[in-house]
Each structure stands twice: as C-alpha cells, then as structure tokens.
C-alpha cells in the first residue's frame, strides 16, 4: 500500500534559521513525488515535483530534493512569510491519477 | 489565466441531508479530481473524473457520487450527510498527460 510520512509534525523556527522538512514515502513504481504549501482554511498551493532520485528543484528560498525513500525541503533563511503547513504527496505507478498525501508539517517563523 | 474556482466556500448542513459543490478547472484542463481534509490531515483522494466519466475512485461509500460536464466543470454529491463528512472538500485541475494537480481554494463543509 502507497504511504507517506511527514515529519516533524511542527516546526519552529527564528527567522533566518534553515531548517528542513522530511518526506518518506512507500510507493509501487514512483511516478512523482510533489510538493504543496497550504495555508491555514486555503487549498494547497502547488511547489515543485519531482520525478527520479537525485533530482533537485528550488524556488526562492525553498529546495527540494529526491532519494528512492524520502524527500526533504530545506528552508534556507526563513522569513515569517514562509510559514503554512507544507504537504508531500506521491503518485504510484498503479495509479490512474490519484494523489497520497502525508499529513504534513506546520512551519512557524518567528521575527 | 483564472485557475481553480470553486462554490460554495462554505457550508452548514444537517445530518441526513444532501449537499452539491462546484468546481470549475484551471482553463486547459481536463481532469477533476476531489479530495477531502479533515481538520489537521492531509487530502484523500475521493475520485477522479475524465471526459465525463469516473476514471478513479478512493475509499469512499456509494453516497459521495459526482459528475463532470462537457465543459470540464464538475459537482461533487454527498446524500445522507454524517457528522465526520464535516471537512475541507478540495477540488484539483491536471491535464490528462501530466502528473502535476493545481487545487481551488476549497469548500468547508460543517454537518451538524
């Protein structure tokens, strides 16, 4: 069975203190491995996807990179404007279309 | 480009009621997929809809029903409403090709 496991389940930081954020997954065949940021009551704003081991993605102060188990998003630098719940999600090979989600991690920066 | 719409952006049902949501996709999409959030977890997928037709389907009973329009807009159905259907109820926009799903700003639903 496709699984996803975020963790930690919160994180604190002080603003500009780079930290990262774990994804390991179990999945039949990866297809893709993406990542969302959601902000509190909003639907999730989609980041980056990545497709195969050793791929990396970055965007502003945000970095995703990819192993055949787990994904992490380091967070270089933060400011309090990076703060919302960050959300992994995989799509299996037997999958038609279908997204499994990890529960996520809520990232708050403090100034 | 307008992206992923959706209406109501709220609602208060009863139990034993029915309820519809509205999505209309990313313009120059073709796919819908639906997916609940309960307070603090992530998404679950329900379905997926594809030139009118349920292409995939999650775990979910018989009364989450749904239905996809030629112009790609999609309803989202749940009859006989129970207390834990109280959630986010988000809709996702993709191309049929491509992997990469962009969401709406979702419907929150509250069965009483």
């Known amino acids: 069975e496709d699984q996803v496991t975020q963790s930690p389940e919160a994180l604190r930081l002080q603003e500009g203190e780079s930290s990262s954020l774990n994804c390991s997954y179990t999945v039949s065949g990866l297809r893709g491995l993406f990542w969302y940021r959601q902000d509190p009551g909003k639907g999730p704003e989609f980041l980056f996807t990545?497709?195969?081991a050793g791929e990396e993605k970055e965007k502003e102060r945000l970095k995703a990179t990819l192993t055949k188990k787990e994904s992490f998003l380091h967070i270089t630098a933060p400011k309090p404007e990076d703060s919302a719940t960050y959300l992994c999600?995989?799509?299996?090979?037997?999958?038609?279309?279908?997204?499994?989600f990890g529960k996520g991690t809520k990232l708050s920066v403090k100034p | 480009d307008a992206g992923v719409t959706q209406s109501p952006t709220h609602l208060i049902k009863t139990r034993g009621q029915q309820v519809t949501l509205r999505c209309s996709p990313k313009s120059g999409h073709d796919t819908v997929s639906w997916y609940q959030q309960a307070l603090g977890q992530g998404p679950q997928f329900i379905f997926q809809?594809?030139?009118?037709?349920?292409?995939q389907r999650g775990n979910f009973p018989d009364r989450f029903s749904g239905h996809q329009f030629p112009n790609y807009s999609s309803e989202l159905n749940v009859n006989a409403l129970l207390l834990g259907d109280s959630a986010l109820y988000l809709c996702?926009?993709?191309?049929?090709?491509?992997?990469?799903?962009?969401f709406g700003p979702g419907t929150r639903l509250t069965v009483l």
């Open positions: 990545l497709y195969s």
């Open positions: 996702a926009s993709s191309l049929i090709a491509g992997e990469e799903q962009f």
């Open positions: 809809y594809y030139e009118e037709e349920e292409r």
């Open positions: 999600a995989v799509q299996g090979g037997g999958s038609q279309g279908n997204l499994i």
